[in-house]
């Protein structure tokens, strides 16, 4: 295996891109990749690690699992802002070793992944190393103006989230605890496998401005709060019973899972958290396109995070989703 | 050291980015960076790893190099399209261990080429590794229908590069020999460290519609020109009498070294390789802004990549450049 035999492979499990400059896309194959935004467009521009041992197991996780969540992990960063995704550069680094069937096995989850997100692969870099190394850059687009910043939300907004809280978590714990292949059919697991970025209601809270402040969960609710409510210098009250809660399956793994703690501090779900103001909360439905939206709270001046179980008392919220440094 | 802590260490030593949306660019802290492309620009995408142990080694390359090489590669290549650089993204994974001393020089050698390339940091991802990971993204934008592809190079085109080649092997030679912080003045050392994409001469060969294929020299001539000619179907003729090459220092550890051979197999020069149709080749100075600029062959219709010695037989160029799978 040479470097431009692993390239070319790469890119043509990727698919003929259209003829440039007609499909304003000019990818694999330059020192660069071109690309033609949109007039009255912002580009979205979002990055993310995906390593071996700290966010896969590669005796655990499909190969083929490792290519949809490599690109659906980034692109949940411009669903976050209520943009389009364009495309995408693949950095990978492998071992040699894993350049043959594992490898066709990843470039087919990465494939579905793009056309499923309607994200092409313009270009990237590869390498060699001892364990899978992957940083995917996707870019965006969002008509000028629209976007859904995580420093807007304003005392008295109500805060909402997309899907149901913990899920991926809960899968991972299948995911961890089962052989490689089994429990393949359960919801949960797929969760954590083949996250769905929330792409169809991020653009369409944008486009109605609906949202005034807006990112994605994927460390989990108690560690990405704190940073919109950081980032617009305000606090948050969540009602804990208001959280939507995982529906676990019958296997008996998840028996001991207490679904609170799971949908407070569970990573991975790459469901949208947004806060809008009161007099548009009337617009918010109970689910959009078959997902189910929950409002759990509402933003506070001060800059506390605090939980209340029903009418009770209120006390702080523990950080602790995921943190790759602790 | 938690990840929020990190962030906000290179945020800070980034420096401060102005007010958005005046100024095009919304920075760090959100999901995802915003970018204005300018009216009438086709952006440039493209993305470069830097691995410890693979393109650095930790004792042997003062971290604030590797900050600047991290950025300077990947600008290089928009420099290739014949582009300026816009922002960049980077993706940082290191040891805990490392967070300290280290992560300042590391950023300090970034900053400095982040103002010098004039390419402001406008994201990332950050983790913990066992090693030093670093992948950069950068956004670079050209004047729509100027860039230049490796696939526009026709027989009969001149082959020109700019600079001296293999001035950075023989520089990692001495880097890799002698302690870490000798021979600092060096300027193959210097080469090696910290090189400068050549952005200045891209443009101008952009701008003038004088380039007719360009791609910058990262792995070495014998590796690189076979790409542009793949991706032009064309083959080349190298006059290695023309070859503009390094001079070496006074240095024992150079005594041994062949310039020839570095000029056709050593990597990391980041100097750029471009053909010229013959009726404009009258047009490109022997030197640029004191840069030199070599006439080096001249492209041919089959597809065999050969070299000549002056008037004596021409023989084919064995590909001996950097390939990170050989």
Redesign the interface.
């Known amino acids: 295996?040479?470097?431009?035999k692993?390239i070319a492979k790469i890119g043509r499990l990727a698919g003929k891109s259209q003829a440039w400059?007609r499909s304003g896309l000019?990818g694999i194959?330059?020192?660069?990749?071109?690309?033609?935004?949109r007039?009255g467009y912002?580009?979205?521009?979002?990055?993310?690690?995906f390593?071996e041992d700290?966010?896969f197991l590669r005796q655990k996780h499909p190969p083929d699992s490792v290519g949809w969540k490599s690109l659906a992990r980034a692109v949940s960063?411009?669903a976050?802002?209520g943009?389009v995704p364009v495309?995408f550069?693949l950095?990978l680094?492998l071992p040699?070793s894993l350049s043959g069937r594992w490898l066709d096995e990843f470039l087919c989850g990465l494939h579905r992944a793009a056309r499923r997100l309607r994200c092409a692969l313009?270009?990237?870099?590869?390498?060699?190393?001892e364990q899978v190394?992957i940083?995917t850059?996707?870019?965006?687009q969002?008509p000028?103006?629209e976007?859904v910043?995580?420093?807007g939300a304003q005392p008295g907004d109500r805060l909402f989230v997309s899907g149901r809280l913990g899920e991926a978590e809960a899968g991972l714990q299948l995911v961890r605890k089962l052989p490689k292949d089994s429990a393949s059919g359960d919801p949960l697991r797929k969760k954590h496998l083949y996250p769905e970025p929330r792409l169809k209601l991020g653009r369409w809270l944008a486009e109605k401005h609906l949202a005034s402040a807006?990112?994605?969960l994927s460390d989990g609710l108690s560690t990405d709060l704190p940073?919109l409510c950081a980032?617009s210098s305000v606090g948050a009250t969540i009602n804990t019973a208001a959280l939507p809660l995982a529906r676990l399956s019958a296997n008996p793994l998840h028996k001991k899972l207490d679904t609170h703690q799971l949908a407070l501090h569970g990573g991975d779900d790459y469901e949208l958290l947004f806060t809008v103001p009161a007099r548009k909360v009337r617009q918010i439905p109970s689910s959009f396109r078959g997902l189910p939206i929950a409002a759990i709270g509402e933003i506070t001046k001060t800059s506390a995070i605090l939980v209340r179980k029903d009418r009770g008392r209120q006390r702080p919220l523990p950080n602790k989703g995921w943190?790759?440094?602790?």
């Open positions: 295996m040479r470097e431009d692993l400059p000019l194959g330059d020192d660069a990749a071109l690309w033609r935004p007039p912002e580009a979205i521009l979002t990055c993310d690690w390593l700290t966010h960063d411009v976050a802002m943009g495309c550069l950095s680094a040699v313009a270009g990237g870099d590869t390498t060699r190393s190394l940083s850059t996707v870019v965006g969002i000028r103006g976007a910043l995580r420093s807006m990112m994605d940073r980032a943190d790759p440094f602790r």
